[in-house]
């Protein structure tokens, strides 16, 4: 089994410290502890900040082949505000390299050979990644989109169009009511919502996270619940992309929607739960959690 990861890597700057962040890399990371060979397709400026991205990556034991050295733009780096609850808002610079990610045969060659590629909306903003990321859908095998809105970084075609492409839809409840007002969705209840969605993007799978009340998946024409997990939140940074990471390896690995629901969950409270994006939890922790928390 083998996933691409497509976008932004930068880092994370928070009032007393810094850290390597960026959707796309989380998942990424994610993945590995799930053991999935997965890779980052990313750019980065030829600094420091760069240079340690490439040198952190290659001690996780991700490869760094994919990402490309930016000679003209610098890393990418995203001032983090955790208000009084942990939750995180985002003030992310622009231009910076990974607006720039070419279409190199390195890369095509890395999503050939995955079972999926992963990609979000922020990292489409410009019209290189974008016209890159598109190249690549047209030759990945399954198609994987963390909407991940971050104003004023996405427009109502681009999401259109990001949607359309996607074999599977992951928002969350904030995202869903926008979503629904772009389409003139009028429907109410959340599986009358999912099915609006599904049926305007033709896309059988998708995924609503709802913060600390859990998640609810729709998988092929079936609805599937989790409530949620009670935890102390530290931080939410990288909560969302350790969920999606786990249920898409749990789900391509033939785990029963169910079993992956309540796996991701666990996941992504546990890490909300946790300093960083990143913490790693061994199988029997998150069973343990799972079997204490139901």
Known sequence: MKISCF?????????HHKKIGGAPLNVALRLKTMGIDSSIITRV??????????????KQGLSSKTIQKDHQHHTGEVLVTLD??????YEISCPVAWDFISSSAEALKDVKA??????GSLAARS???RKTLFELLDKAKFKILDVNLRPPHYDSELLSELMKRADFIKLNDEELDEICNHFSIEETTLHEQIKAIANHTDTNQICITKGGKGATL???ESLYHNNGYKIKVVD????GDSF????????????????????????GAMVAGSEGANPVFLDKEVENFIATNN
Do not use: M, R
């Open 7 to 15: 976008g932004e890597v930068l880092w994370d700057i928070f009032p």
């Open 218 to 220: 729709f998988y092929e």
């Open 84 to 89: 009084n609850e942990g939750t995180a808002s």
């Open 236 to 239: 939410t940074v990288g909560a």
């Open 45 to 58: 400026g030829v600094d420091d900040l760069g240079h340690d991205i490439i040198k952190y990556v290659d």
């Open 114 to 119: 995955s079972n999926a590629i992963i990609f």
């Open 127 to 129: 019209d290189i990644s």
């Open 244 to 267: 999606l990471a786990t249920l898409i390896s749990k789900l391509l690995q033939g785990s029963k929607p169910q079993v992956g629901l309540d796996y991701a969950c666990a996941i």
